[in-house]
Nanobody, 121 residues
């Protein structure tokens, strides 16, 4: 019933910018934490940036000062603005949300399908 759909990935030169979007649809009562993860070939999925249910923001050290996470609660959408991109940012980026489908339900984790970001030099 709940789907997270990412968009905005693509090919960009080093130093360029991309903005990723992730829109949640379906039966959603409330969204707690949300964030972006990435996974490069041969590597484990790692946290890039997240927003807690109370609005706290966390970034991986590798992206601090370059990436900005934000969300539009009215649209159930989370964004990742990526600036000054580096080749090492190349990965599949996944959005994640911890949300409730009903007020009495427990929080559950939902993942997007992933969007490829390639930074080429």
């Amino acid at each position: 019933q709940v789907q997270l759909v990412e968009s905005g990935g693509g090919l960009v030169q080093p130093g360029g910018s991309l903005r990723l979007s992730c829109a949640a649809s379906g039966r959603i009562f409330s969204i707690d934490a949300t964030g972006w993860y990435r996974q490069a070939p041969g590597n484990e999925r790692e946290l890039v940036a997240s927003i807690t249910g109370t609005g706290g923001i966390n970034y991986a050290e590798a992206v601090k000062g370059r990436f900005t996470i934000s969300r539009d609660n009215a649209k159930n959408t989370v964004y990742l603005q990526m600036n000054s991109l580096k080749p090492e940012d190349t990965a599949v980026y996944y959005c994640m949300s911890n949300l409730k489908t009903w007020s009495w339900a427990a929080l559950r984790t939902y993942w997007g399908q992933g969007t490829q970001v390639t930074v080429s030099s």
